[in-house]
């Protein structure tokens, strides 16, 4: 899993929460689209947890990740889940509330995992 937040507390936290459960590997987390792209060239991650915070450069990131056939989880805070996915309305996407607890993170996650 590689994940793309601009927020490196919440990132931190992310990153514990996901390894803490053994099935779930992190391959990378970064604050830098540009980053992200090269990590997920690197490691080639089934999963992806983007930032709708990240402006135009989320969306270079999105485009490339759907070419690689990477699944997105759009982080987003919940007052603006709705919004977001009226302007990102790629089927590859599911949205994450930044607000939502460990055992929601874990159930989004798990469910957009490939099998």
């Known amino acids: 899993m590689l994940i793309c937040d601009n ?12 390894k803490s459960f053994p099935q779930i590997v992190v391959v990378g987390d970064t604050a830098e689209p540009a980053q992200a792209l090269e990590l997920s060239e ?17 969306l270079l990131l999105i485009e490339a990740l759907n070419r ?22 790629a089927d590859a996407y599911r ?14 996650v798990q469910a957009a995992m490939p099998a």
């Open 42 to 58: 690197l490691f080639a991650p089934h999963l992806a947890l983007v930032s709708s915070d990240l402006g135009e450069t989320a």
């Open 7 to 18: 927020d490196e507390v919440y990132r931190i936290g992310l990153c514990a929460v996901l």
């Open 68 to 89: 690689e056939g990477v699944p997105i989880i759009m982080l987003a805070p919940q007052s603006t889940c709705e919004t977001d996915r009226m302007k990102h309305p």
């Open 95 to 108: 949205y994450l509330a930044r607000e939502a607890g460990a055992v929601k993170v874990l159930d989004c």
